[in-house]
């Protein structure tokens, strides 16, 4: 898969849960779909996966806090990330900064190799990358800061490696099986492996509709993990930030070529929390129960307003708050009193919009009475057209009360 090399790999978007894990292990959390690919865990579809780290204090989700140090790579050291099984190898594209970008953070920003100081390579065999620093005392943790405009006005900065991107640009492997396997190792100046870990993730057989985090707007800012007070809300309370999705339509074609660049987004779309839809008197279906933060709708007759009664119901939002929380909503952004649905990415950013495609949506959330994490999670159905259908692409966020 390739695109134009523009700067964009000094600003990255990346998902958490839009895929799930067979087995993880050690310093890998799990891979999931790339948030830049429509298509990217598809069974023999162009490979375009996020490799989500971990450690033992900061288990899965909680190593993404930008609180949290990520890794850094020793004074004469290296990093390896190899596509073990279920990846075949494109002989014709090189394993370099094209086709991988080290990330810190979740949703955040890339970690480029000129910016921060490493080269890429390949390893001992054609299915592995070498991360090597171009400085011989290596690349401290702290050092690794991503120079994406938005990162230097983020609250909290990132530091350190959280995630590998494979197949940025460029990719140079298709997904090959039922399932592919990934293992990282971090190997001192002695060549001993001081970390490890492994994943494995299943393809799926079909393309489904894709939602994934976003940083294109404000700056390309971090807008997860975002401090507030009870009864804040992000995108309405000074110096919050609304979140930030991006949306692919189903993708159509064969895997291995008509895939490949499809930009295609969901236009139109938005969320109606749980407070409007009983404000409607509206009675969620039986199938759709599970989504007890609200419903995601297109607005199908373009009247710019949602209405669960006659927009399509596309996925929902499953919230988790703590215990006795009361008042958390999580809803489309509200503008001069008119909901913000979908648009074009480029209309967020004409230049990177247009290299990846893709919708933009903001949401609005409120925290409940209750200090603690709240974890709003968006999914879409895997059928768009079958309220019966199961979750495809999904992910949580996290917002901090204090």
Known sequence: MKHQNYSIITILILSFFCSSSATAGGIVSKIVNSPLSATGTVKGAHTGVNVYLQSSKAPGIEFMNPSVPGYGIPAGGRIEVELQSGYKRIKTVKLAQKSIMLVTGAPQQGLPGKKVGYKVGEGSNPNTFTITPTNPEGLPAEQLMSPAPGAKIDPVRNQGLKVFHIGLLESAFINDGNKGSINVRIIDGNGKTIEQGSAAIEFIERPVPQLQPSNFP???RNHNWQVVKPGDTLGQTPNTL???????NQAKGVPTEGMVMYKQGILGVGVMSTQQLMALKFQKPEA????????????????????????????????????????????????HRAI????????FNAKFGGIFGGATMLLQFTTGDKRGKYRPTLALLSNPDDINSSDGSLYTFTIVAK
């Open 340 to 347: 913000d649905l979908s648009r074009p990415t480029t209309a």
């Open 218 to 220: 404000d700056a390309n």
């Open 242 to 248: 609304p979140i930030a999705v991006t949306l692919y």
């Open 288 to 335: 759709l129960a599970r989504y007890n933060g609200g419903l995601i709708l297109q607005d199908t007759d373009g009247d710019g307003r949602l209405d669960p009664q006659k927009d399509r119901i596309i996925g929902g939002v499953i919230g988790k708050a703590p215990n006795g929380a009361k008042g958390q909503e999580l809803k489309s952004l509200d503008i």
